[in-house]
Structure formats: C-alpha cells, structure tokens
C-alpha cells in the first residue's frame, strides 16, 4: 500500500474538501470527514450513512495498516470511502454545496452522457459562451487522446 496523502476538490463541490488517500491509483476517503463535511449526522457514527455502501466501497485500516493517517490520532481505526461511495453521499446531503454537486451531475453530467455518450470536463461552458468552439474541440481532442492512450495500456 502506499500512503499518499492529498486533497480532493472540485469546483462544483465549491469549498468543500476532503484528505484523499491514494490506495493503488483510486482514492480512498475517510467516511467520518466526509460526513462531517456534508452535515450529515454522526450521533451513531458514520456507519449511519455507510452501511448501505457494498463492501467494495468501504473498508476500515487500523494505525498499523495506515500509520500516516493515524499521526496525531487516537483513533484505533477509520473507515474509509471509495469514490464511488463519496459520491453516494453527496447525493444523500442537504447541503447547499452538495445540493450544487447533485444539480450539475443530474442536469448536466448525466444528461450529456445520454444524448452524446460522453461528458467532456467543461462542456457547458461552450453552451454558455465562456468557452469557444476551438477551446472545446482542443478540449474533446485532448479527452480522446487520452481515452486512446488508456485503451492501449500506456496509462
């Protein structure tokens, strides 16, 4: 395992952040922050909220497995996120940050997704002028590239 630490954000998430733990390439989070973050209720824990997670999606270190997540802790273990299950909590929350998140992933993400089969980073800004056709073309050629790049095991 390697213990790289950084944090996650995204302009739709606005100020909201989270330490990311790069677990083999897929980032991993800690459910308790995640939960604190997006206000949901930790009087029984964040099991409340995680419990419906498959177990793909979770899973709990102890300080000898993950001794970096653990400095200044006494905490005698954290159950972690996937990807995957960060998302399924956003979509869960009530916060004005998350509510924005859920907004443009249901209005925009996923419908780009059914009409053209893909969604390119930033393409709603061609729609509302703030990008151009030559910066959008770049941007799907750059999407493709590397899309190609990925199908051929280069990544």
Known sequence: MTDQL??????????????????????WFIAK???QA???????????WTVSLPKDEKFKA????????FEGSRAPSYLFISE????KLIMRS?????????DWVTKVVLPAIRKDG????????????EMSEDEFV??????????????????
């Open 6 to 27: 950084r944090t996650f954000e995204a302009p739709q998430l606005g100020n909201l952040k989270f330490t990311v733990w790069d677990r083999e390439g897929e980032p």
């Open 33 to 35: 922050e995640v939960c």
């Open 38 to 48: 997006l206000d949901l209720s930790l009087r029984s824990g964040p099991s409340r």
């Open 62 to 69: 102890t300080r000898n497995e993950l001794p970096l997540f």
């Open 84 to 87: 995957s299950g960060l998302y």
């Open 94 to 102: 009530n916060k004005p940050e998350a509510a924005q998140f859920q």
């Open 118 to 129: 893909a969604y390119v980073e930033g393409e709603e800004k061609l729609a509302s002028g």
């Open 138 to 155: 770049f941007k799907v050629v750059e999407f493709a590239d590397k899309a190609m790049e990925i199908m051929q095991g280069r990544i």
